[in-house]
C-alpha cells in the first residue's frame, strides 16, 4: 500500500495490552500457544507427557480481553478454564538460538485460554483445526503485562487457579516440559517472530467447565494475578 493509499473499508484498531505501571501500551501482533506443556495436564487428556516436540495453535489478537469479564460464548456447553504464563515479545526473527531467546522477551502476563472443549473434541475427532474451538471471542482474558526489566525471567513459581473459591488448578514454572527459552527458539522455527508477539506457555493440570456466573481467579507467583467472572 503507498502512503497516499487509503482503506476501502473501515480500519479495525490494533489490539493492546495494558502494561503495569506505565502509561504506554503493548500492541499485539500474534498470539501463540503451546499445546500440553505439563504432563500433568497430558496425561488428563489423556496424551504421553514424553518430551516429544512442542506443537502450537493461535488464538486471535482480537480474543485478547482485560474487562475482567469473559461472555459465555455460544455453540457450546462445555467451556473449560486454563491458566497460563503469557510471555510478551520485544523482539523476533527465526531461528532464534536457545540461549538468545529471552533477550526477545518484553514482559510477561498471566492469561486464561478459554477452550470451547466439546467443539474441539469434535475437531480432533474428524482431524480438524482446533479454531472453533479456541479461537472465539474473548477467549483469552489477560492481565497487564509486567516488563522483565522488573521481575527477570520467572523459570519455577506457583501457577494457579481458583473457581468461586474452590482451588481448581496447581502447578510450577518448574513443572514446563518445554522451558520458555526452548518454546521461543522452536515456535521460531516454524514462524517468523516479531515485535507484538505472544505466547501462551501451557497450563497445569485441574483443567474444569466453568458456568455462568463463575469467578475465576488464578496468578503466576512474582507475575501476577487474573480475576474474571463469566457472564
Not at 503493548?26 to 495436564?41: D, I, M
Not at 507427557?49 to 480474543?63: G, I, L, M, T, V
Request: aromatic share 8%; proline share 9%.
Amino acid at each position: 500500500m503507498t502512503a497516499t493509499a487509503a482503506f476501502v473499508v473501515e480500519a479495525v484498531p490494533r489490539p493492546t495490552l495494558p502494561v503495569d505501571g506505565e502509561r504506554g501500551v503493548f500492541p499485539v501482533r500474534r498470539v501463540y500457544c503451546v499445546g500440553r506443556n505439563y504432563a500433568a495436564h497430558a496425561r488428563e487428556m489423556g496424551h504421553d507427557p514424553d518430551r516429544e516436540p512442542p506443537f502450537f495453535f493461535q488464538k486471535n489478537p482480537d480474543s485478547l480481553a482485560h474487562d475482567g469479564t469473559f461472555p459465555y460464548p455460544p455453540m457450546s456447553r462445555d467451556v473449560h478454564h486454563e491458566i497460563e504464563l503469557v510471555v510478551a515479545l520485544k523482539g523476533g526473527g527465526g531461528d532464534i538460538p536457545v540461549e538468545e531467546a529471552l533477550d526477545r522477551v518484553y514482559g510477561y502476563a498471566v492469561g486464561l485460554d478459554m477452550t470451547r472443549r466439546d467443539l474441539q473434541g469434535e475437531a480432533k475427532k474428524l482431524g480438524r483445526p482446533w479454531d472453533t474451538g479456541k479461537a472465539f471471542e474473548r477467549s483469552a482474558p489477560c492481565s497487564p503485562l509486567v516488563p522483565a526489566s522488573r521481575i527477570g525471567h520467572p523459570d519455577k513459581g506457583r501457577v494457579w487457579l481458583e473457581v468461586n473459591g474452590e482451588p481448581r488448578q496447581e502447578g510450577d514454572l518448574a513443572q514446563l516440559i518445554w522451558t520458555v527459552p526452548e518454546v521461543i527458539a522452536y515456535l521460531s522455527t516454524l514462524f517468523t517472530l516479531a515485535p507484538g508477539d505472544l505466547v501462551m506457555t501451557g497450563t497445569p493440570a485441574g483443567v474444569g467447565a466453568v458456568k455462568r456466573g463463575d469467578v475465576l481467579k488464578g496468578g503466576v507467583e512474582g507475575v501476577g494475578v487474573i480475576e474474571v467472572r463469566v457472564v
